[in-house]
């Protein structure tokens, strides 16, 4: 095994490099900071155990007769959609005339550790689905 050899000069540039580098990256961090997740504005419609329905304001008309409901997944959170202007799918729904709804499913917690997919379904979704009818009067 050959035997690392480093001089003062050398370490020295090594740290004045490594500082710099630190310094360009908190830079990065701080502008990421500021960055907005799930700009498009909405609204909460009611709620179940920490399972939230929204529904995301529009600035125009509806145009669209069908509404949309995102149903997200439940590991991932829902700002994925809707990342910012531009890049998201709620905006380019919201522009083309579309009502949209979306449950958010909330953080996972150890309260309840024997809820299973079923009590998801069963009863957040069906519930969520059913206020959802009832507002829009649907049947």
């Known amino acids: 095994m050959s035997r690392v050899?480093?001089?003062?000069?050398?370490?020295?540039?090594?740290?004045?490099?490594?500082?710099?580098?630190?310094?360009?990256?908190?830079?990065?961090?701080?502008?990421?900071?500021?960055?907005?997740?799930?700009f498009m504005p909405r609204d909460p419609l009611t709620e179940i155990e920490g399972v939230t329905l929204y529904k995301y304001q529009s600035q125009s008309a509806t145009t669209v007769t069908i509404p949309v409901l995102v149903v997200y997944a439940l590991?991932?959170?829902?700002?994925m959609i809707d990342l910012h202007r531009g890049r998201s799918f709620v905006e380019s729904l919201v522009a083309k005339g579309y009502e949209v709804y979306l449950i958010d499913w909330g953080h996972a917690s150890s309260d309840d550790p024997t809820l299973g997919l079923?009590?998801?379904?069963?009863?957040?979704?069906?519930?969520?689905?059913?206020?959802?009818?009832e507002y829009l009067a649907l049947e």
Do not use: H, M
């Not at 961090?29 to 997740?37: H, M, R, V, Y």
């Not at 079923?118 to 009818?133: A, K, N, Q, S, W």
């Open 118 to 133: 079923e009590d998801y379904v069963l009863r957040y979704l069906d519930f969520c689905v059913d206020f959802l009818r």
């Open 5 to 38: 050899t480093l001089s003062l000069e050398r370490a020295e540039q090594e740290i004045r490099r490594f500082k710099k580098k630190s310094v360009q990256t908190s830079k990065v961090f701080e502008k990421l900071s500021d960055t907005q997740i799930g």
């Open 75 to 79: 590991v991932n959170r829902p700002e």
